[in-house]
């Protein structure tokens, strides 16, 4: 702190030395022209009027030199203090020349403002800080509890629907039961996809990288995709990325997302379109975008698409796009979408082609 002061006094010095060497050449000017003038005039006493006119020069160096200690010195080294205090996270810091009725007062009342706003963002920032903790820490605790609920179900769900299966080959053929029979074994097995992806939801396994083609990951997912377009008339076209290095992901994971992908753009068109899926590189990232021409998704609806349970599908279990994305957040990716209604959705998943930090297991 002292060495930091007597740097900012040498500075200071010199500042004054500069603002006063102006006015000290034209006061030296002057008294030199004077002088030449009493010279040349012959004037008694001379020396006398010279002595008093440098002595008035002199004091008019003092009285600047106190007007700018007053008016400049002293109001820098109060911010210069504040902007430490402030630096070093003493929000309540204020410099005390705004009270002054000028332009450097109106400076220091800016200062305060600017500090006074740094304060509540500060700590508006805590408090939503605090806030996602909270929400973060309610979270975990709501995704244990439906964990736990979806592994209790899940077994007496199994029973029932081994009760109900044995149910069916007891009845008589062409018997009216054997059609209800069936809809309670589909939707059976809607409750048992819920539960599953409600599990991969609440417990979702971390991804296990492999230095990997994205490509070919991409392809598998297409080819499955096809399996469930084959009697209708959807195409769906695989564009793979030209160049593209090996990246850094879960291929089982990855998988699942852009097979989630497809199966949305497939069950958005109506009758007949075109799903297409194409890879490219942007930087240090891998892109595989899906665009379907489908009804695409209102400006409402858009931004729930990835809350839980947030589906416009009435057979959909709206846990399909939350855990593509959890997928990719934990790929240190990100998912974007635009749709347009009547034309179509689509998704651009990125990928880093490095994963900063991940244990990378040979293939």
């Known amino acids: 702190m002292g060495q930091r002061r007597i740097v900012h006094q040498a500075t200071a010095l010199r500042w004054q030395i500069k603002a006063l060497i102006p006015i000290l050449g034209v006061l030296v000017a002057g008294i030199l022209a004077f002088e030449a003038v009493l010279l040349t005039q012959n004037i008694p006493n001379g020396h006398w009027i010279l002595v008093v006119a440098a002595s008035g020069a002199v004091m008019i160096c003092f009285v600047l030199s106190s007007v700018l200690l007053i008016l400049i010195e002293r109001p820098?080294?109060?911010?210069?203090?504040?902007?430490?205090?402030v630096r070093d996270g003493d929000l309540t810091a204020q410099v005390q020349f705004a009270k002054?009725?000028?332009?450097?007062?109106?400076?220091?009342?800016?200062?305060?403002?600017?500090?006074?706003?740094?304060?509540?963002?500060?700590?508006?920032?805590?408090?939503?800080?605090?806030?996602?903790?909270?929400?973060?820490?309610?979270?975990?605790?709501?995704?244990?509890?439906?964990?736990?609920?979806?592994?209790e179900i899940r077994n007496p769900l199994a029973g029932i629907a081994g009760a109900?299966?044995?149910?069916?080959?007891?009845?008589?053929?062409?018997?009216?039961?054997?059609?209800?029979l069936g809809e309670v074994q589909n939707e059976i097995r809607h409750i048992q996809e819920i539960l599953t992806s409600l599990l991969a939801y609440a417990r979702p396994r971390p991804p296990n990288f492999h230095l990997a083609d994205?490509?070919?990951?991409?392809?598998q997912a297409v080819l499955l995709a096809r399996q469930q377009t084959r009697t209708e008339p959807i195409d769906i076209v695989f564009i793979p990325g030209k160049d593209l290095p090996d990246v850094a992901h879960d291929p089982g994971q990855i998988e699942q997302v852009i097979l989630n992908l497809l199966?949305?753009?497939?069950?958005?068109?109506?009758?007949?379109?075109?799903?297409?899926?194409?890879?490219?590189?942007?930087?240090?990232?891998?892109?595989?975008?899906?665009?379907?021409?489908?009804?695409?998704?209102?400006?409402?609806?858009?931004?729930?698409?990835?809350?839980?349970?947030?589906?416009?599908r009435s057979d959909g279990t709206g846990l399909g796009l939350p855990l593509a994305k959890g997928i990719?957040?934990?790929?240190?990716?990100?998912?974007?979408?635009?749709?347009?209604?009547g034309r179509g959705t689509q998704f651009d998943v990125w990928l880093p082609v490095e994963k900063p930090g991940a244990q990378v297991s040979p293939t």
């Open 76 to 85: 820098l080294l109060d911010l210069q203090d504040t902007i430490r205090r």
């Open 100 to 151: 002054r009725d000028d332009d450097i007062g109106q400076l220091g009342k800016q200062f305060n403002r600017m500090v006074q706003q740094l304060s509540e963002n500060q700590i508006e920032i805590e408090r939503l800080h605090q806030s996602e903790m909270r929400r973060a820490e309610h979270l975990a605790t709501t995704g244990e509890l439906a964990a736990g609920l979806a592994h």
């Open 164 to 180: 109900v299966e044995v149910m069916g080959t007891e009845l008589p053929a062409g018997a009216a039961s054997q059609a209800v």
């Open 214 to 219: 994205l490509n070919t990951t991409v392809e």
């Open 263 to 312: 199966l949305n753009g497939i069950q958005a068109l109506s009758s007949k379109g075109t799903v297409e899926v194409r890879l490219r590189r942007e930087g240090d990232h891998a892109v595989v975008r899906v665009a379907d021409t489908g009804r695409g998704i209102s400006a409402e609806q858009l931004p729930n698409i990835f809350k839980p349970f947030f589906t416009t």
């Open 328 to 341: 990719v957040d934990a790929h240190s990716g990100r998912i974007e979408v635009t749709s347009t209604l």
